[in-house]
């Protein structure tokens, strides 16, 4: 028969054994009770985000892109066939329905989708193409030169040259 010294020194192992357990237990609760309050959805589902570059990132959802933000804000709803990359000027080429337009790293749409083609900028001014005719418009969407002309061409020096009925013109722009 064991000695009473040995029956407390076992039991004493047994219940601080058992406490050992529970705290392992607890922490592990803890642990995974905490992960799952900071892990969180941020953003809507979509079939493909892409790599986050200037803080916004193309997604996909049914063959349509748009643009978030890294904290999962939707800048623009996956609505468009193309979205560009954007440039230095933090402006990027869509493509809706086939139309050409501008948005910028905020989602704000610059050009509507109005145009068959914009050129790049030259400058503040990107030459566009609408019923087959040119105009020209600046980095803030605004109309500069109505798309009336047959052909546009800006010259080295900032010169602008238009044909209009076959005949060709100077142009100037008034800001």
Do not use: C, H
Request: glycine share 10%.
């Amino acid at each position: 028969m064991p000695s009473a010294g040995y029956f407390n020194i076992f039991t004493f192992y047994i219940i601080n054994q058992n406490q050992t357990d529970m705290k392992k237990m607890i922490f592990l609760l803890l642990t995974l009770f905490t992960l799952q309050t900071f892990a969180q959805e941020i953003s809507k589902e979509y079939d493909r985000i892409g790599k986050f570059n200037k803080g916004v990132a193309l997604v996909w959802k049914n063959k349509q892109v748009g643009l978030i933000r890294a904290n999962g804000k939707e800048l623009l709803k996956p609505e468009y066939e193309k979205i560009g990359s954007f440039g230095n000027d933090n402006l990027a080429f869509t493509t809706k329905e086939g139309k050409v337009g501008m948005v910028n790293l905020e989602g704000k749409v610059i050009i509507k989708n109005d145009y068959e083609s914009i050129a790049p900028f030259k400058g503040s001014y990107a030459i566009t193409k609408k019923d087959g005719l040119y105009g020209m418009v600046n980095k803030q969407g605004k109309v500069m030169i109505k798309n009336e002309y047959e052909k546009i061409k800006v010259g080295k020096y900032g010169d602008i040259r238009a044909t209009k009925q076959g005949q060709e013109i100077m142009l100037d722009i008034k800001d």
